[in-house]
């Protein structure tokens, strides 16, 4: 998998606020997550990888450039930020046309492109000739995004895109950042709901005071975990056949069969977490989700943090 983002001994320095401290990692293709709490370095990250702010030593280089000033990479970005910079008294047709205009697509382009990307990012037909101010926050952020959209850009970068929105809204930008992914699109993320990131995300950047405490898929930041739980949670379409199949694999303590899951207490967790997926390869049965309230992303940062 190739590296699209890739930081070597990066430091970020507001006079003599630190915002980022000797930071090295590489994020590849997919869906990544930032996770951290306020303060973390979040948002100091994004603005360096989107040329907002130059770092003051070490190296980061987006596609294999540097993106300071640079416009051959910063063409290929898409950004949504945080705070809103919507024109509340602009409808999103006119608002996204003038935006296509300045990115230089062609006047009859401009207006096609922007319905494909209202449509894109789930806004109903029926909401276009509103006026954006009189609209609800998941649908300013849908027009946020539609923006960051615009110029069909390879990575797409998105800071706090969850903030304010009910359940629903979340699951069905989950869904539409999902759908992105599977059309070429690369994403980085920043969200603080570490629970939709943890279904969302196939790799993570832990930060913490300006510095990367781990970096990789979620089972490879796990592994660097030396207690592993001794419960998990399997949703599953036949819990009594998950039960079974493991239980004579010698992997279990003992289970609590439910109506769609099966709670496992294991023998050697160790053992389990290495050898579950081929284990369960073969039976009857569908697994929907394997969970341990024990390593959710949640309680991984905390214990790295630790």
């Given amino acids: 998998m190739s590296a699209i983002i890739q930081a070597s001994e990066l430091s970020c320095f507001y006079g003599v606020i630190l915002g980022l401290n000797n930071v090295s990692f590489t994020i590849g293709e997919g869906i990544t997550g ?12 994004i603005k360096v990888i989107t040329g907002q702010v130059r770092p003051s030593s070490g190296e980061l280089t987006v596609f294999g450039e540097t993106p300071w000033n640079n416009p051959s990479v910063l063409s290929r970005i898409g950004y949504c930020p945080e705070h809103e910079h919507v024109h509340a008294d602009l409808r999103p ?6 935006l296509a205009l300045l990115s230089g697509l062609p006047a009859g382009d401009a ?3 922007s319905e494909q990307v209202l449509q894109e990012v789930g806004l109903a037909t029926q909401h276009w000739k509103k006026r954006i101010g009189t609209y609800s926050k998941g649908m300013r ?13 390879r990575l797409l970068i998105l800071d706090e895109p969850m903030n304010g929105l009910d359940p629903m809204g979340r699951h069905e930008i989950s869904d539409i950042l999902r759908s992105l992914q599977r059309a070429g699109t690369h994403i980085l993320i920043s969200s603080h709901i570490l629970d939709e990131l943890q279904s969302l995300c196939g790799a993570f950047l832990m930060l913490n005071w300006g510095r990367a405490l781990a970096s ?13 739980p001794e419960q998990v949670v399997v949703r599953t379409s036949r819990p009594e056949v998950v039960a079974a199949t ?9 289970y609590l069969l439910e109506t769609d899951r099966v709670l496992l207490w294991l023998k050697d967790p160790a053992a389990f977490y290495a050898s579950w997926t081929t284990t369960l390869a073969g ?21 790295i943090t630790e």
């Fill in 34 to 45: 930032i996770v951290g709490p306020n303060g973390a370095g979040k948002s100091t990250l």
């Fill in 93 to 98: 047709l006119d608002w996204l046309e003038s």
């Fill in 111 to 113: 207006r096609t492109r």
């Fill in 141 to 153: 952020q849908r027009v946020k995004l539609a923006q960051a959209l615009l110029h069909r850009p």
């Fill in 216 to 228: 990789g898929s979620q089972s490879a930041i796990r592994s660097e975990i030396q207690h592993w």
């Fill in 246 to 254: 493991l239980g004579q694999a010698g992997l279990l303590r003992g």
């Fill in 283 to 303: 039976c009857d049965a569908d697994i929907l989700d394997v969970q341990s309230k024990s390593t959710s992303l949640t309680s991984v940062f905390e214990k």
